[in-house]
T-cell receptor, first 111, second 116 residues
Framework: EDQVTQSPEALRLQEGESSSLNCSYT??????LFWYRQDPGKGPEFLFT???AGEEKEKERLKATLTKKESFLHITAPKPEDSATYLC????????????FGSGTRLSIRP | EAQVTQNPRYLITVTGKKLTVTCSQN?????MSWYRQDPGLGLRQIYY???????DKGDVPEGYKVSRKEKRNFPLILESPSPNQTSLYFC???????????????FGPGTRLTVL
């Protein structure tokens, strides 16, 4: 069964304190792995898509990496405005439309 | 502006009173989906549509109906809502796949539904 597990559930950091969020996945042939940011009361906002092991993508203070079993979202020198819930999702190669989400990591950055 | 819109944004109703949540996208996307989001469970797919008149069940379709008569619209219908359908609902759309890669999925702002 395809599955996505994110850890930790919640993470509190000091401004400038770098860290990583983990997304472990089990899928029968990966078509794509996605990272989203979600602010309270809003819809998820797309960040990255990764397609194959070894791939990396960056955007401002965020960098996403992918292996055959997991993905990491690295946050370098975070700022309070990076506080949000970060969601990971996967799509199997066998599926045209089904996308499975993890339950998210709630990130809080203290000034 | 490219966007996915949902209405209403907030709804309080009573058990058994039929309701429809509308979803519309202006990006000419083929794929549209409905998700519900509950604390600790993440986003779960209810139904999806790959094009006009083509829909299929997601992980939690019980108690819901959808239709796709036009490419831009994908309404979610609760024929007889129950309290366990109290949740935050999101509509999403994407173009499809390009060269085997999945295109970006865009989400609406959400509809917070309470069923008493």
């Amino acid at each position: 069964e395809d599955q996505v597990t994110q850890s930790p559930e919640a993470l509190r950091l000091q401004e400038g304190e770098s860290s990583s969020l983990n997304c472990s996945y089990t899928v029968s042939g990966l078509r794509g792995l996605f990272w989203y940011r979600q602010d309270p009361g809003k819809g998820p906002e797309f960040l990255f898509t990764l397609y194959s092991a070894g791939e990396e993508k960056e955007k401002e203070r965020l960098k996403a990496t992918l292996t055959k079993k997991e993905s990491f979202l690295h946050i370098t020198a975070p700022k309070p405005e990076d506080s949000a819930t970060y969601l990971c999702a996967v799509q199997a190669r066998s599926s045209a439309s089904k996308i499975i989400f993890g339950s998210g990591t709630r990130l809080s950055i203290r000034p | 502006e490219a966007q996915v819109t949902q209405n209403p944004r907030y709804l309080i109703t009573v058990t058994g009173k039929k309701l429809t949540v509308t979803c519309s996208q202006n990006m000419n996307h083929e794929y549209m989906s409905w998700y519900r989001q509950d604390p600790g469970l993440g986003l779960r797919q209810i139904y999806y549509s790959m094009n006009v008149e083509v829909t299929d069940k997601g992980d939690v379709p019980e108690g819901y109906k959808v239709s796709r008569k036009e490419k831009r619209n994908f309404p979610l219908i609760l024929e007889s809502p129950s309290p366990n359908q109290t949740s935050l609902y999101f509509c999403a759309s994407r173009a499809g796949t390009s060269g085997g890669n999945t295109d970006t999925q865009y989400f609406g702002p959400g509809t917070r539904l309470t069923v008493l």
